[in-house]
């Protein structure tokens, strides 16, 4: 083993070198099916009032794209745009509980998002929230803190 492929780390199973550590990381195509499900997990849970999950979503979602930022530079201008623009406008919303700036503010993301799509040259790509919410999670608040 040369001096750039020295061991870094011993799992139960193999050792492992700092390059195989980088080839595994996560691009964008798989950190995005994390991103989509999650953004659609927070319109469902600031449409039922469930402020706190629509809260927890947004901070995944923006932690998930901050991994884009390391594996993936080139699109850092792009992914801080929109954790600076459309993210801060729907955690300001959550924060204020407002449902109509949410929305509108969670819309700009999904028109933000598509646009960012086609500049990369992947036009094929194009969210939609869906029309249903997901299924495995309460979405609704306990509390008196209705939209």
Do not use: C
Not at 90 to 118: M, P, S, V
Request: net charge negative; proline share 5%; hydrophobic share 40%.
């Amino acid at each position: 083993m040369t001096e750039e492929q020295q061991i870094v780390s011993h799992t139960p199973h193999t050792a492992i070198t700092l390059d195989q550590l980088g080839e595994i990381q996560p691009g964008l195509a798989r950190l995005m099916a994390e991103v989509s499900e999650r953004y659609w997990i927070l319109y469902y849970a600031a449409e039922g009032g469930n402020w706190k999950l629509a809260a927890l979503q947004s901070s995944e979602v923006q932690k998930a794209l901050g991994i884009g930022v390391i594996t993936r530079p080139k699109y850092t201008a792009y992914i801080e745009a929109f954790i600076k623009g459309p993210m801060m406008a729907i955690n300001k919303a959550i924060e204020g509980r407002d449902w109509t700036a949410f929305k509108l503010a969670y819309e700009t993301g999904i028109t933000t998002a598509n646009a960012y799509h086609q500049a990369w040259e992947h036009e094929e790509i194009v969210w939609q929230l869906p029309d249903e919410p997901p299924k495995h999670l309460k979405l609704t608040s306990s509390e008196e803190s209705s939209r």
